[in-house]
């Protein structure tokens, strides 16, 4: 038996399992990744900001190859009311400027060279496989199987890289399932139109992107953020919230998005587009208070299956990157001494608490509990925020003090005792 043994099997052809798949082959260690979908990225849903720095960091050069979209060079941040919009700019020429900060991607084409990338260096990929259970052994896992004895695949090691709400993970006792309150639930399409349609309606140079987060009336209010990303030659847009609070309040995501896309100042960004792709996709938000275990004897858990996420700054692929190569170079260790134990794997565990996933997670770990204990914030902040703006834009032939003295009216709508709670509340969340 032997030689059937694999020196790796990876569970998901998502940017995690790719990442430590590729840096197993490139030590030499036989790697095979089975992927449950078609092509790899075929079932993947993200938003598409994909940052360049650490994403170079993994794969020197890949500017020059990767299907990438457009260079990111502006962020706006916007709070819908229902019949409103307000927000803030930042654009920066240094951003339109080689090297980028950020490109917009999209997953499919994305994954599919990523996935052949690994290829390149020796692991082996293959779509079409749906991993049901994993094997075990003496009280270790031994391989994975895909439901039928002749599905069976032994390996040293194996990497669960399976994504948000990881039935492997929960199979080898590393995590329960997730609370409403530990995921969001996000829906999306890509929406289709011209290139210069997009360069006119968002003000931008050709070939440049805009990211726009947008949040209040987006969401019904409910704690999560809408968003839209230009594509060369579609629009990335979606919307989503706390699970827990989606079904507290009766929600759904569809209709959200559904709502999102028809408000006022949306609607124009969109019109004549057409929708050519939906899907709706879960993204951990239980953070480092909520991590897992990382590591048992025989495996390691990667990317969205051990949740790293950070959704303050939109960060997802880079740390699903970032910990594929760290369980790597884990595991290439443990290979040189033979022993793939819970205890040579917990170098994993050592190698991520030196790295910026455990210190950023760490500095965000009260950020949701801290938004989801206020829902005023996204719900009536907004609205307060719109009217001021209002009544101090509106010319209508009264003195000032007559406007000043709405807008002193207008805020008096939220009680000094609440404001300064939020804001101590938000300094104290974000200083970590
Ligand atoms: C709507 C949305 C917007 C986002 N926006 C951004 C963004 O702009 N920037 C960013 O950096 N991050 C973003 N993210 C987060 C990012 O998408 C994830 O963090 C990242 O994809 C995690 O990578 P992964 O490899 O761990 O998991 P995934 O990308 O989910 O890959 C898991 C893979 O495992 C496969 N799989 C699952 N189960 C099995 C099985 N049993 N057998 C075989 N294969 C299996 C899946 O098909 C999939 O290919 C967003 C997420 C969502 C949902």
Known sequence: MAEDVLDAIVVGAGPAGIT???ELAIAGLATVVLERAQTPGGKNVWGGILYRTPTEAMIPGFEDEAPLERPIIEQRYLVLTEDAMLGGTYRSMRFAEKPYNAYSALRAPFDQWYAGKAEEVGAEVYPEFTVTDLLWEDGAIVGVTTGDAEGELRSKVVVIADGA????????????????IEQALIAKE???????????????????????????????????????????????????ALLEDLITSGRNVNDMLDRFKAHPAIAP??????????????????????????????AVVVGDAAGFVNPLNREGVNLAMLSGKLAAQAIVEAHQRDDF?????????????????????????????????????????????????HAYLTVDGRPKVASHGDIAKILRGVSKRQLLGDVIGALRTIRG
């Open 20 to 22: 430590a798949a590729r």
């Open 165 to 180: 709400n990881s039935l492997l993970a929960q199979r080898a006792g590393l995590h329960r399932e997730w609370e409403p």
């Open 190 to 240: 890509v929406v289709a139109l011209p290139s210069a349609t997009i360069e006119e309606r968002f003000n931008l140079p050709a070939g440049m992107g805009t990211a726009l987060e947008i949040f209040g009336e987006s969401t019904w209010g409910l704690l999560g953020y809408g968003f839209i990303y230009t594509n060369k030659e579609s629009l990335s847009i979606g919307t989503g």
């Open 269 to 298: 960004l969109l019109a004549g587009g057409e929708t050519v792709e939906y899907s709706a996709h879960l993204i951990p938000e239980g953070g480092y208070t909520r991590l897992p275990q990382l590591f048992t004897d025989g």
């Open 341 to 389: 134990s819970a205890a040579a794997l917990s170098r994993y565990r050592e190698l991520l608490d030196k790295s910026i996933i455990i210190d950023d997670l760490y500095k965000i770990r009260d950020v949701t509990d801290f938004a989801h204990g206020r829902p005023h914030l996204l719900r009536d902040y907004p609205e307060l925020m719109s009217k001021a703006a």
